[in-house]
Structure formats: structure tokens, C-alpha cells
């Protein structure tokens, strides 16, 4: 009872800080407060031009959702979902269509809020849930302060530093600064373990002297982004919160000037400070380290994919082959397939059931290429390359397509339909097929070129890269 008194007070100490009206908000706050003890917890929505639609709610693992539950709202947009008291503290999302959802705080409290369909976000009004007020209002007041920095901070960069002007302007660029960490710190003092201050701890990035360029503050970034942050917050794994803090700390390091092999670089740098700032946790280590390499392996950034594979493994793995973890097998197979290695051999049956074996292609360069039927960039791709293939005079490279189909028809129809005349192979499993296995295939086309003696000699990403890769070996004129 005495847990129930206390958080109505700090309710109420909310509510006086952020100046809302008392009466309404009591109303709300007491129905909040009845809801302790009860059997369920609820999210009752209302979203103004919602009629009769399906409504999902999902819940946050990491940064990848997992759907909970589904509904229909009546044809005013209104709807309810009801929880039962066992469900995890974390971030949950409510969509009802491509690009139409809301992300809500659920911590063991009911929520209540109103919305409309086009502009969710915007336009979220927080009826019954201090946790998801106390995140909401503090976002509001944040874009506010950065819209202002933004707007100054050309002044404080090219001004003329003895003008009376540019004195007044530093000083607004550290005040506004000041007033946010002000609001911060007196929510942090009332509620220190919400799990909207949690997640706005995380969010926070340090405060910039006026004083530093514009390339200096860049620098002071990179050097005291990690000052503050405890990554022993194994809770907020069940929120975006640390996938968004790994993306912010990269784009510090990134620079639309630079080459791919400059952007390796930087991005290496970073990766290795990231990454031993959170091996104090072994849970948060192993979340960032397969995050990261599912992120650089979807841009094809090899460079820092091997460095990774070579200096970090997952903190719970075992030397035991057969005991080892899903993150340390894709570490090991990041290795394997590296450029300069020699390509995993690969026995496949072709469309007549005939086994073919990669290491047994005599051919002086083989291009090996994972596609389906089902993706568009890969049949898309697939005729252009049949007319390289076919152009070749005299014939110096073979092709191997594997194909991540599972059904045989679609398979073979596109192959006989475009007249694919190289080598075609599939076991028709999928990315569950051993062949994606052994190159971590998760996406496709992905494509390796690999000399005479099978070694990798690179890893194109598109069809332009794939003709510049050619021309660099001389296979395209």
C-alpha cells in the first residue's frame, strides 16, 4: 500500500512539474493508481481515422520486433489490448499499416492514449501512463532544443568571434544545453528508475562547450559519447535504445566525402572502442557485436566485417564445435569466405539432380552468385548477366547460380524462361540450405568471383559493382 501512496505522489510531483491542470489529471492519475493490484494490464488506444482496421502490437527484442497480439479497432479508431501481468517491462509497438505505429513504454502500468492515423507521433496524447508522459514530454522538449541548435549553431561556427552578437549566441548554445540537462536531472531525481529515464539516459549525448569547432566537437564526441552510459542496463535490451546508440555513435565516425575503404577505416575505429566500452556485460557485448555485423554485412562493408570476425567472438561461446552459437558459427564463416580465402567447396545438384562441385569448375574465374526466383533485384540482375556470359570471347569464366528457391517450378521456369545457359544448382531449402550456410547467406544476390584455384577475389554488391569487378580482371570490356 505504501508502494501504491508513494508512486500517486510522484504523479502528482510530475504532473506540478510539467504544469498540467490538476483536476483532469487527477482523474486520470487515480484511475492509474486503482489499476495496482489488478489481474491484467491494458493499451487502449484511439486513433482518429482509424475505421475497422487491424491493429498490431509488438514487442521489442533488441531492435527487431516480435509480434504479441492482434485486434480490430470499431469504425471510430478505438481499441484495447489486454496484457497479462507476467508481461516483460520493455518498448512495444502499435502499427496499423505500412509505416502508421507508435512506440509505447509498458511498465507495469495501463496506458491510455489518443492519435491520429497520419501522424502518430506528433500528434500522441498520453491520457493514463507516467512512464510513457515523462518519455513523451522530455522528446518534445529535446526536438524543440535541437531545432534551436541547429538554427545557431552556423553563428557560433562562422561568426566573428569578437562581436558582441556571437558572445550572445555561445552563450544561448550552452544555455539551451543547460536547461535540457536541468529537465533531465530533476526527472532523473523524481523517478531514478523508470524505464523512460532509462532509455533517455541512454539517449543523451554530452554536453558541447560553445568554444569547440565544428570539427572539434565531432572529435569531443567520439571521445566522451560513452561517459555516461552504464552498459550493465541489460533491460533496455527490450527496447530499440541500444541499436540507436551504436547507429548515433557510427554516424560520428562517417562522412559522405570519404571512399568506401575510408569509411572501413573509420567505421573499424569505432567499432573497436564500441565494443570494448561494453565488454563489461556479456549480454550487451553480445547484443552490439551481432547487431553491428548484421549491419555491416547488409552494406557489404568487408574490411570491417573480417577485422570483427578476427578480434571479437561471442562472450558465451564454446570451443566445443558443437556447442558453439549461432553469432560465433557466422563469426567463423565471416572468416572463411574473407577475400584472398579460398571458397568453402560447395556439392549441389543441378536441375537434373547431377551433383556439381565448386572446386571441380575448370574454369580460369568462376562467378559464384546465391539469388531466387522470388527477389526482384535478382531477376532483375540474372538476364544481364546471362548476356555477359554470353558475350565472353573466348570464354575465361564460368558461373554458378544458387539458388535460395524452394520451389522447384518457379526455379526452373525462370531459368528456362530467360535462358540462363551456366551452371544452375539448388537443393531447394532455402536460406536453410547448406550452401547458405557455409557463405552466410542472408539476403540476396550475393555474389563472390573467385580464380582458378577458388581463392575469393572479391564480393560484388550490384550489377555495377559486378561490371566494375570484371572490367578489373579484364573478363568485360
Request: net charge neutral.
Amino acid at each position: 500500500m505504501f508502494m501504491q501512496i508513494n508512486t500517486f505522489v510522484l504523479n502528482m510531483t510530475f504532473l506540478k512539474f510539467l504544469k498540467i491542470p490538476f483536476l483532469p489529471a487527477l482523474i486520470l492519475i487515480f484511475a492509474s493508481f486503482l489499476s495496482f493490484g489488478q489481474a491484467n494490464y491494458s493499451i487502449t488506444g484511439d486513433i482518429q481515422g482509424l475505421s475497422s482496421k487491424k491493429v498490431y502490437l509488438s514487442g521489442y527484442s533488441g531492435e527487431k520486433l516480435r509480434l504479441i497480439d492482434s485486434t480490430t479497432s470499431d469504425d471510430k479508431g478505438k481499441f484495447i489490448f489486454t496484457l497479462k501481468p507476467t508481461i516483460v517491462s520493455g518498448l512495444y509497438r502499435v502499427s496499423w499499416g505500412k509505416d502508421k505505429f507508435l512506440d509505447l513504454i509498458l511498465n507495469k502500468e495501463n496506458i491510455v492514449f489518443y492519435t491520429t492515423s497520419e501522424n502518430p507521433a506528433d500528434s500522441v496524447q498520453i491520457l493514463s501512463s507516467l512512464e510513457n508522459n515523462l518519455y513523451f514530454w522530455y522528446e518534445r522538449r529535446e526536438r524543440l532544443n535541437q531545432s534551436k541548435l541547429e538554427l545557431i549553431t552556423p553563428i557560433v561556427d562562422y561568426y566573428p568571434v569578437k562581436d558582441a552578437f556571437y558572445t550572445m549566441v555561445t552563450g544561448e548554445f550552452e544555455s539551451i544545453q543547460r536547461s535540457q540537462e536541468k529537465a533531465f536531472d530533476s526527472l532523473s531525481g523524481l523517478y531514478p528508475g523508470s524505464y523512460a529515464m532509462r532509455i533517455l539516459k541512454l539517449q543523451k549525448t554530452p554536453f558541447l562547450p560553445a568554444a569547440l569547432s565544428k570539427d572539434d566537437r565531432v572529435e569531443y564526441l567520439k571521445a566522451h559519447f560513452f561517459d555516461k552510459v552504464d552498459f550493465n542496463d541489460t533491460l533496455l535490451l527490450k527496447s530499440n535504445a541500444w541499436s540507436n546508440k551504436a547507429i548515433s555513435y557510427l554516424g560520428l565516425w562517417g562522412n559522405s566525402r570519404f571512399s568506401q575503404k575510408q569509411l572501413e577505416t573509420e567505421f573499424i575505429k569505432a567499432v573497436t572502442i564500441l565494443m570494448n566500452a561494453a565488454s563489461v556485460n556479456p549480454d550487451i557485448y553480445k547484443f552490439l557485436l551481432d547487431y553491428l555485423l548484421g549491419g555491416f554485412d547488409k552494406y557489404h562493408f568487408e574490411e570491417v566485417i573480417t577485422y570483427m570476425a578476427d578480434h571479437f567472438q561471442d562472450p558465451f561461446s564454446c570451443e566445443d564445435q558443437t556447442k558453439k552459437s549461432a553469432l560465433q558459427k557466422k563469426l567463423d564463416t565471416f572468416k572463411k569466405i574473407a577475400n584472398g580465402k579460398v571458397a568453402p567447396d560447395i556439392d549441389i545438384p543441378d536441375m537434373k539432380g547431377k551433383m556439381i562441385r565448386l572446386s571441380e569448375i575448370p574454369a580460369e574465374y568462376t562467378l559464384l552468385i546465391f539469388w531466387s526466383s522470388e527477389c526482384h533485384h535478382c531477376t532483375d540482375m540474372m538476364p544481364r548477366v546471362r548476356d555477359i556470359y554470353d558475350k565472353q570471347k573466348p570464354k575465361r569464366m564460368e558461373i554458378l547460380a544458387v539458388s535460395i528457391d524452394t520451389s522447384r517450378r518457379e526455379w526452373t521456369g525462370f531459368i528456362k524462361d530467360e535462358k540462363l545457359d551456366f551452371l544452375n544448382a539448388s537443393d531447394l531449402k532455402g536460406f536453410d540450405s547448406k550452401s547458405a550456410d557455409q557463405y552466410n547467406i542472408y539476403a540476396t544476390p550475393t555474389m563472390f568471383l573467385l580464380d582458378r584455384e577458388k581463392k575469393i577475389l572479391a564480393k560484388p554488391i550490384s550489377y555495377r559493382e559486378l561490371e566494375q569487378v570484371l572490367r578489373e580482371n579484364k573478363l568485360l570490356n
